[in-house]
């Protein structure tokens, strides 16, 4: 039986490394390189370990436009990164996010 995975955005690819920290007094900032993203959020490129339900500041390109984003963390795989589901994005942000599926599309 094949696994099938139901995203709720189209996904573009968009590898680009990310000024990652987390949104917490710590301010922890973590390694993350993105691999993909959509309107709804990222797939995260990371060695940390961090548990879903935590909070992150996000700060990267998408073609020219520099992005900032507040995400969470929906989902973990050990030693491969985390899926991130996007809070608020910069309002350039997400024009330029549309811009890059549509291109991909």
Same mark, same amino acid.
């Given at each position: +039986?094949?696994?099938?995975? $139901?995203?709720?955005?189209?996904?573009?690819?968009?590898?680009?490394?990310?000024?990652?920290?987390?949104?917490?007094?710590? @301010?922890?900032?973590? @390694?993350?390189? +993105?691999?993909?993203?959509? /309107?709804? *959020?990222?797939? /995260?490129?990371?060695?940390? !370990?961090?548990?879903? !339900?935590?909070?992150?500041? /996000?700060?990267?390109?998408? *073609?020219? $436009? $520099?992005?900032? @984003?507040?995400?969470?963390?929906?989902?973990? +795989?050990? $030693?491969? !990164?985390?899926?991130?589901?996007?809070?608020?994005?910069?309002? *350039? *942000?997400?024009?330029?996010?549309?811009? /890059?599926?549509?291109?991909? !599309?």
């Amino acid at each position: +039986m094949a696994y099938a995975i $139901q995203r709720s955005s189209p996904r573009a690819y968009n590898v680009v490394d990310v000024d990652c920290y987390t949104l917490d007094e710590s @301010a922890t900032p973590v @390694a993350a390189r +993105m691999s993909d993203l959509s /309107l709804t *959020g990222a797939f /995260l490129d990371s060695q940390s !370990g961090l548990r879903p !339900g935590t909070r992150l500041a /996000l700060d990267f390109k998408v *073609g020219e $436009q $520099q992005v900032q @984003a507040k995400a969470e963390v929906v989902h973990q +795989m050990p $030693q491969f !990164g985390m899926g991130v589901k996007f809070l608020e994005v910069s309002p *350039g *942000g997400r024009a330029a996010i549309e811009h /890059l599926l549509k291109e991909q !599309g």
